[in-house]
C-alpha cells in the first residue's frame, strides 16, 4: 500500500527522515510499504536522499549517543530483545550486541522473564497467531486413517527389510529371500497383510517382553506378487537393497540358483 502526499506532509518527511533520522526501510516499515516508495516521495518533497556512506555515518551517531543507561533500561526494564533494540534505532543487531558487550551489559539468559508489557504483548502476538490457525482448521474434520500404497512404500522406507540369506538345510546350500517390515503397531502390519492378501504377523524377539511385531512374507510366488508392487511404486531409501533383493528373487525363479555360475552371481 503506498503513500501518499496528503497522507504524510513534507514536514513529517522532514522530521522523521532529517531530525529523526530515521531510515527508509523504518519509515516503510510504519507506513507498510516499500522503501522505493519512501525514497520517490522524498524526491518529489525535494528532500536530499542520503548516500550509503552518510547513512552508515549518521547510525554511528545515533548509537554513539546511546547512553549505557538507556541501552539498559530498553533492554531489562522494556524487555526489548537486541533485534528490537537494532530496528528501533536502524541498525544491525550485531551493532547492538558490540555496544552492550563494550558497556558491559550482561546478556539475559534466555529463560529470563521479561517485563509485563513485554509478556502481554508478546502473548497477545502468539494468541493472534493461534486464533488464525484455529480459524482455518474450523471447518475441517478429522478423516479416517486410510492404508494407501504411498503409506506402504513410507513404511517400508523407514522399518522394512529385503533379507538374503543361505539356506544350508539344502545340500548344496540355496540362497533364500524374505522381506519384512517392524512395527509396534500390530494393526497396522494386519492392515497391510490384508491389503496384499498374504504373510503372516507375529512378535519379534523375545515373547515375554514382545512390543514389537513383523509382517514377514516367504515364498517366490507371494515375494514376486511383492515385486511387483515395489515396481509399480518405487521405494526412495531401501531402493538399492530392494534391486539387489529383486536379482536374487530373479535367479530363484530361473531356477539358476541351484547352480554353481547362478549362487557365485
Not at 121 to 134: P, S
Not at 175 to 191: G, Y
Amino acid at each position: 500500500m503506498a503513500i501518499t502526499e496528503a497522507r504524510v506532509s513534507k514536514e513529517t518527511l522532514e522530521d522523521e527522515y532529517l531530525k529523526q533520522r530515521l531510515s527508509l526501510q523504518a519509515m516503510a516499515k510504519v507506513r507498510h510499504c516499500s522503501y522505493r516508495t519512501i525514497r520517490r516521495h522524498l524526491t518529489n518533497c525535494c528532500i536530499p536522499v542520503r548516500t550509503i556512506s552518510e547513512a552508515s555515518q549518521g547510525k554511528h551517531l545515533i548509537i554513539s549517543e546511546l547512553t549505557p543507561e538507556e541501552l539498559s533500561s530498553f533492554y531489562y526494564e522494556k524487555g526489548y530483545s537486541q533485534i528490537d533494540i537494532a530496528e528501533q534505532f536502524g541498525v544491525h543487531e550485531d551493532t547492538i550486541r558490540s555496544r552492550m558487550k563494550e558497556y558491559g551489559i550482561i546478556t539475559r539468559p534466555k529463560s529470563a522473564p521479561r517485563t509485563r508489557k513485554h509478556i502481554e504483548k508478546r502473548t497477545a502476538t502468539i494468541t493472534a497467531r493461534k486464533l488464525k490457525v484455529l480459524e482455518q482448521i474450523k471447518g475441517l474434520s478429522q478423516r479416517d486413517f486410510e492404508l494407501t500404497p504411498d503409506y506402504i512404500v513410507g513404511l517400508t522406507d523407514g522399518e522394512g527389510c529385503f533379507s538374503i540369506y543361505i539356506d544350508f538345510r539344502w545340500n548344496p546350500p540355496v540362497p533364500q529371500c524374505e522381506f519384512n517390515i517392524s512395527n509396534k503397531n500390530r494393526q497396522t502390519l494386519h492392515m497391510i497383510k490384508g491389503f496384499f492378501g498374504f504373510g503372516s504377523v507375529c512378535p519379534s524377539g523375545n515373547r515375554a517382553r514382545t512390543t514389537c511385531y513383523q509382517y514377514t512374507v516367504g515364498g517366490i510366488t507371494k515375494q514376486i506378487a511383492l515385486a511387483k508392487f515395489f515396481l509399480e511404486h518405487p521405494l526412495s531409501i531401501r531402493k538399492q537393497a530392494f534391486r539387489a533383493w529383486l536379482r536374487v528373487l530373479n535367479l530363484i525363479a530361473e531356477n539358476k540358483h541351484i547352480t554353481e555360475e547362478g549362487l557365485r552371481e
